[in-house]
């Protein structure tokens, strides 16, 4: 740690010193206190500033301390907060970038703040399942009043300081020398009497101003708990008197971080971080340089994938077989960024920009200088082959060689090159452009800086980059693949889809199986089963989704999946033909339709997704079962709030799902080898221990 307190004349100022965010770990807040006592005792010294070093003033608790007893270790950052709050010389909070949480709550408690206009500022702890545990929620709504106080704690979001101008929140925005100008600021306010929001009041909330505030916030979190416990901890700030108010905030915090929400919602953010990591790959390992990316097809995916590059900046050439698949690519590139240019998401001039950087081409010849290639040609092995052959013979050496592909093995397309090491899977999710996920294959010869590379690169595009190994479907289509087998066996044995995605988004699903299928194209998912049944004959699957296919029902683009759809809308109307069908089927197997309660067709979809995962866990597909939990949380609409399959048959225990499963399979169209606890699955159960 530099230097905490520097002298500027008679005022001391404090400069917050942990990189990356200044996180307020045991360090820092130590540092801090005993230069605040340094600060008081010191007669030369008339007033403080508090800043943080480099662009950013603390995003908060510093998260690797989380669950460490240097956490919770004197002094607390409440025990900052009580020093700086009650300082006899006037303390200044001078925001010099991104404020949040614990940062913004020192903050608060300082007797005035200065900012750079554009610092954000944010209490996300609503994020992790929380409310802000050290006095944001009452000293907040006494700084911007109550609205604002509900909008930002409620739903964490950043606000940047220029806006909040004029509030108690800051006092002066500063441009030019920063620290000088908050030094100035300080100089003037020593003397004058002290600012505290804790004994300024709360301006009164209008008649059922908090009704109001909680059917709004209600029906914008979906069920969540954290938000409206967020709405109880600022009605405290403006009914009781603030120390009343602060312990009834403790209450409340102490309450939700035992929560399974909040626990699941933490569980999501250390599994983010912790999937960048490869044990074998680490972080110093080189990288090699990607600034020019060729992508080879232009259908749904390699345009998707194309945009991430351009969006970046990365420079990507694309190639197809026909100029007019090569124009319709290039063409819906351009309708997707217009697209987001109207929802005010991109400037004209960030479009013009990032299309400059696109170089469509027929030949290959364009790809002769590309560091990287992403393949996302047709779903046939032939096809691959053709592609990887003729890349190894022109791609630069060193060129890292990708290929999108969902299902195929990705050490037989290595083995199309003799240069398998350069060779890696990169698994983007539809749209491409959009889903945050990207499942990066790791094959048998995928060499380590090809790994470090791509895991690098994810972030610079913006995705949550999972390791998988080589298998069909990887993690998260092999999973998918028993779950959608679970979804048609309750259509057989009596639901319809329409109760099946009730159920599923009831517990908080993006959107229920039934629903991505009309979306997606219920075509991809049985091209997909008739290469399955004829690799495994064996395996009982249930035939009600097929007759729906050959039926022409695609989904949204034929107009009827499981769903009618009105022509150019894409709500879903239950449609009595599918229950003919479905009725037709359950006829000729002979199988009496029964009432099935929501809480059984949720538990049969997420345990076959976590015994599934569990399988891939033992098999070393994915590194850690938290991998799991972000594939299905970035990929698949999993309720973040839930934590993930694995997560959350930790949560229910493991010898609770493993008996369920056993009920499960007794049921009369039960199917027993599906139900069969995987390995690893049942000795963690019988040692009562969990996946995470
Ligand atoms: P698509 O049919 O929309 O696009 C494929 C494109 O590749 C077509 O434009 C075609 O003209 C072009 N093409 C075919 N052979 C070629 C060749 N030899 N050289 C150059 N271009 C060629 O298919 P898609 O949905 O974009 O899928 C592409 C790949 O991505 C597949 O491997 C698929 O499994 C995978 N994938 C698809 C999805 C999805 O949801 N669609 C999701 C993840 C991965």
């Known amino acids: 740690m530099s230097q905490t307190l520097v002298r500027h004349g008679d005022v001391a100022v404090i400069t917050l010193d942990n990189p990356p965010v200044n996180g307020m770990g045991h360090a820092v807040r130590t540092a801090v206190a005993e230069s605040l006592r340094d600060a008081a005792a010191d007669p030369a010294i008339r007033a403080i500033v508090i800043t943080g070093a480099g662009h950013v003033f603390s995003g908060g608790a510093d998260i690797r301390e989380f669950n460490t007893p240097k956490a919770l270790a004197a002094p607390t950052l409440r025990d900052l907060i009580d020093s700086v709050e009650t300082s006899a010389k006037p303390v200044v909070s001078a925001i010099n970038g991104t404020c949040f949480g614990g940062g913004l709550e020192l903050s608060l408690a300082c007797h005035y703040r200065v900012a750079k206009a554009d610092a ?54 500063l441009s030019g020398d920063f620290t000088a100008g908050a030094v100035t600021f300080a100089r003037h306010a020593a003397g004058a009497p002290l600012k505290r929001l804790r004994d300024m009041p709360v301006e009164p909330p209008e008649d059922g101003f908090f009704a109001k505030a909680r059917s709004m916030v209600a029906a914008a979190s979906k069920g969540l708990a954290a938000p409206l416990a967020c709405v109880d901890a600022i009605e405290a700030a403006a009914t009781l008197p603030f120390d009343a108010g602060i312990k009834r905030e403790r209450e409340i915090f102490m309450r939700l971080i035992e929560s399974d929400e909040s626990k699941a919602l933490r569980h999501a953010f250390f599994a983010e971080r912790a999937s960048a990591r490869i044990p074998d790959v680490p972080s110093g390992t080189p990288t090699r340089r990607i600034e020019k990316a060729a992508v080879i097809g232009a259908g749904t995916m390699g345009g998707g994938i194309t945009m991430n590059f351009l969006s970046a900046g990365i420079p990507v050439t694309l190639l197809e077989v026909k100029q007019d698949a090569l124009d319709r690519g290039v063409a819906t590139i351009r309708r997707n960024y217009e697209a987001s240019m109207k929802r005010g998401k991109l400037t004209p001039e960030k479009l013009e920009r990032a299309m400059a950087l696109l170089t469509p081409t027929l030949t290959y010849d364009g790809l002769r200088d590309a560091d990287l290639v992403i393949e996302a040609v047709f779903e046939e092995m032939g096809v691959k082959e053709g592609v990887f052959r003729k890349l190894d013979e022109v791609a630069k050496p060193g060129a890292i060689l990708a290929t999108n592909t969902s299902t195929l093995d990705v050490d037989r397309i290595a083995g199309f090159t003799k240069r398998p090491a350069d060779v890696v899977g990169l698994h983007f999710f539809s749209p491409a452009n959009v889903m945050r996920l990207l499942e990066v294959v790791r094959g048998k010869a995928t060499a380590k800086d090809v790994m470090a590379t791509v895991m690098q690169l994810a972030k610079k595009i ?133 009432a099935i309660p929501d809480e059984e067709i949720v538990e049969r979809c997420v345990f076959a997704l976590a015994n599934e995962g569990a399988r891939i866990l033992e098999e070393g597909i994915a590194q850690r079962a938290s991998d799991i939990d972000v594939v299905y949380l970035t990929g698949y609409g999993f309720p973040r709030s839930r934590g993930g399959p694995m997560f959350y048959a930790d949560t229910v225990g493991l010898a609770e799902v493993v008996k369920r499963m056993a009920q499960f399979a007794k049921n009369p169209h039960g199917d027993r080898a599906f139900w069969q606890p995987a390995p690893l699955l049942a000795r963690l159960a019988h040692e009562g221990k969990t996946f995470n």
């Open 120 to 173: 954000p500022l944010a209490l996300p702890e609503v994020k992790l399942g929380l409310v802000p545990g050290a006095g944001g929620t009452q000293r907040l709504p006494r700084a911007v009043g109550l609205q604002r106080a509900v909008d930002m704690i409620t739903a964490g979001n950043p606000v940047k300081a220029g806006e909040l101008e004029g509030t108690e929140l800051i006092d002066a925005v």
């Open 462 to 594: 913006g995705k949550t980059a999972v390791v998988s190994g080589v298998c069909d479907g990887f993690i998260g289509n092999r999973m998918l693949e028993r779950y959608q087998r679970q979804c048609f066996y309750l259509l057989e044995e009596g639901a319809t889809p329409q109760q099946v995605d009730r159920a599923l988004e009831k517990f908080g699903f993006a959107m229920g199986l039934f629903r991505v299928g009309d979306l997606a194209g219920n075509d991809i998912g049985w091209a997909v089963r008739k290469r399955r049944y004829a690799e495994n004959p064996d395996v009982p699957y249930s035939k009600i989704a097929d007759r729906v296919c050959e039926l022409g029902r695609f989904g949204q683009k034929t107009g009827k999946g499981w769903y009618r759809y009105e022509p150019g809308k894409r709500d879903p109307i239950p449609d009595p033909e599918v229950e003919k069908i479905v009725a037709g089927y359950r006829k000729e197997m002979g199988i009496a339709a029964r």
